[in-house]
């Protein structure tokens, strides 16, 4: 799938980098204070996601990679600095109006697929949106469960499907109302090598073909190979940079991290 993702016949140019960033944070820092010391796991950081762009961030164990999306995507709040997304800075909002943000206009693929046992794959990619209230463009379901090859799997109970599929339920699901960033923790890191490879593929198609904006936390070369750009952490602070990965050169990165 890896290779295949490439020739891809939705596949266009670079992702434009000339727009408004998605998502912009600005010196952000969290800390922890352990009470004998303080634990600095945000240290500074300045970034920014474009639309249509697949970003990977990487680093070694405790360099701060899933502290820095959890304060992205308010999920966590950070000590100093600001995040926007779009025009609206989410750094400083209350939970209330964090959660409508959340469910509005942000997408999520974590680890574990997060769902719900006694629905179908239909019912759980639509639960979002009959949560919210909101009207379903059903052109573009229909194209996103048929980009994710669930199409012959709609009716199928979670535990019917495979952990592929229940992944793709995900993904869709995250898709669907098209989020202005989707937030992946790990998304492959539950699955077989095949199974994670045709989910990259989709989300790698999904920036190139629905402009979707993709963050993804990996511990794993191999997926951040399918991004467009890897940003390396370490110490709380971004380090590195490279564009057009592979997973060697992302390899050598990492390791000269460790050292």
């Known amino acids: 799938m890896g290779t295949s993702a490439v020739n891809h016949p939705f596949a266009q140019s670079d992702p434009a980098v000339t727009a408004p960033p998605v998502v912009v944070a600005r010196g952000l820092t969290k800390t922890y204070d352990t009470g004998a010391s303080q634990i600095h796991a945000l240290d500074g950081v300045d970034i920014e996601f474009h639309r249509g762009a697949f970003t990977a961030i990487m680093g070694p164990s405790g360099s701060g990679k899933s502290t820095l999306m959890h304060c992205l995507a308010g999920l966590d709040t950070s000590t100093s600095g600001t995040v926007h997304l779009g025009r609206t800075q989410i750094t400083g909002m209350r939970d209330a109006e964090l959660t409508r943000l959340r469910r509005d206009r942000i997408g999520f693929i974590f680890q574990s697929f997060n769902l719900l046992p006694m629905l179908t794959a239909r019912q759980n990619i639509l639960l979002p949106s009959q949560i919210a209230k909101r009207t379903v463009d059903r052109a573009r379901l229909d194209h996103i469960v048929d980009v994710v090859g669930l199409s012959e799997r709609l009716d199928h109970l979670p535990a ?9 339920v995900a993904v869709a699901r995250a898709l669907l109302n098209a989020p202005e960033v989707v937030y992946a923790d790990e998304p492959t890191g539950n699955l077989d090598s095949r199974s994670g490879a045709e989910i ?9 073909e629905l402009h979707q904006t993709i963050v993804m936390v990996t511990h794993d070369p191999v997926a951040a190979s399918y991004a467009d750009r890897v940003v390396f952490l370490r110490d709380g602070r971004l380090v590195d940079e490279v564009t057009d990965p592979t997973a060697e050169l992302v390899s050598a990165r990492l390791l000269n991290l460790e050292v």
Do not use: Y
């Open 160 to 168: 019917k499907l495979s952990g592929g599929q229940q992944q793709r």
């Open 200 to 208: 990259l593929a989709f989300l790698q198609n999904s920036t190139r």
